[in-house]
């Protein structure tokens, strides 16, 4: 352990060896025994600030302010809540029905193209598929 190191462990966790960390705190105990001086004068500087820190105490809140902060919490409305369930089911039930309207529609007119017969057939054929008037005659 070096004077700098031990300076830094006092400067950055105090005066008391439990608070330093546990891989360096027999050394600098260690260290702090053979040059009892230097060390004194380190650790007396820490404990003052130590004190001083732990004697800072936080007030704990009055009723007054417990009251304010309990009166300012906004408000819970559970049948809010209740509403928005009701709307998201309506809109699930709205989508299905159209779903199935579009269905029906869909297969109706696909029935219907099935039963009435093209009025012109010839622009639908093609020289793979035949041709709609026999010219073999001519």
Do not use: C, K, N
Request: net charge negative; charged share 20%.
């Amino acid at each position: 352990m070096t004077p700098e190191r031990f300076h830094q462990i006092v400067e950055a966790y105090g005066a008391d060896p439990r608070r330093w960390p546990e891989e360096e705190r027999a050394a600098g105990q260690a260290w702090a025994q053979t040059h009892r001086q230097q060390a004194d004068a380190w650790l007396a500087q820490a404990a003052g600030l130590d004190a001083w820190l732990a004697a800072d105490r936080l007030a704990p809140p009055d009723a007054a302010l417990q009251r304010r902060i309990v009166a300012s919490a906004p408000v819970r409305r559970p049948h809010v809540q209740r509403r928005a369930w009701w709307w998201s089911g309506a809109a699930v039930a709205g989508v299905g029905l159209l779903g199935g309207v579009a269905g029906a529609l869909a297969v109706s007119l696909f029935v219907l193209s099935e039963a009435v017969p093209p009025v012109h057939d010839s622009y639908l054929t093609s020289s793979f598929g035949g041709a709609s008037a026999d010219w073999s005659g001519e």
